[in-house]
């Protein structure tokens, strides 16, 4: 416990953050699975729990924030700059699905939290935050209103494949790649379709929200 103990709360937090799935999964989003990954890491019990004073949201935020990070480690620039646009978004997407396989049961709990009316903001924000994160990893610099219309779709995107990915058997979740697959299409065609509306002086005319709406609910 010595080599944690002049750890900052914020340390404390992404030290735990990456474990606390594995006792998430059985103990719920709760104040014991933080308890347990703090056994595990050496830290003081209390002293963990003032690290994640905001309940299970906070616990699913900091797991999500080493997501973030993890996935830039497992998809960095230079392999990244070799692929299409297309390709970066399904690798990084499929690069966050693939660290949190080990731990679907514990995002099925997770995704129940989200879904609570208390944490719909929340949740919105955590879903923005990933889909900004992937967005700027593929080199998108966009500050207009490119940046939004970008963001919310690919949101949209992966918070739909979550849910699909919670409850997919199939071999190597197969069903869930062909799924984002599909998904992301339906966004590469919106663009090209912007475009040529916005060449044309009609792109005030589509309705952005309601090709979202139509992602959010796909027929599988």
């Known amino acids: 416990m010595s080599e944690t103990q002049d750890l900052t709360l914020d340390e404390i937090r992404a030290l735990l953050a990456p474990i606390l799935p594995r006792h998430a999964a059985f103990d719920g989003w709760r104040p014991q699975a ?3 990954a703090a056994q595990e890491k050496g830290v003081d ?5 003032l690290a994640f004073t ?3 949201i906070g616990m699913i935020d900091a797991w999500f924030a080493s997501i973030d990070a993890r996935m830039m480690d497992a998809l960095p620039p230079d392999r990244l700059a070799t692929l299409s646009i297309r390709k970066k978004i399904i690798g990084l997407v499929e690069a966050r ?4 396989a080990p731990d679907r049961e514990a995002l099925r709990r997770a995704l129940a939290v989200l879904a609570q009316p208390a944490h719909v903001v929340r949740a919105g924000k955590l879903g923005w935050r990933a889909a900004d994160i992937m967005w ?3 080199g998108d610099t966009a500050t207009d209103f490119n940046h939004y219309s970008k963001r919310m779709p690919l949101s ?3 918070g739909s494949t979550l849910l699909v990915f919670v409850n997919d058997d199939s071999e190597g979740h ?3 790649r062909a799924f984002l697959a599909r998904r992301v299409e339906d966004v590469m065609r919106f663009e090209k379709t912007k475009a040529k509306f916005r060449n044309a002086g009609g792109g005030e005319h589509l309705s952005l929200s309601r090709f979202i709406g139509g992602l959010r609910y796909p027929a599988i």
């Open 97 to 100: 699905l693939a660290l949190l």
């Open 136 to 138: 700027r990893a593929a």
């Open 34 to 36: 933080v308890a347990m």
């Open 174 to 176: 197969a069903d869930s």
């Open 54 to 56: 905001d309940g299970a």
């Open 156 to 158: 949209a995107i992966y």
């Open 45 to 49: 019990a209390d002293v963990a729990q």
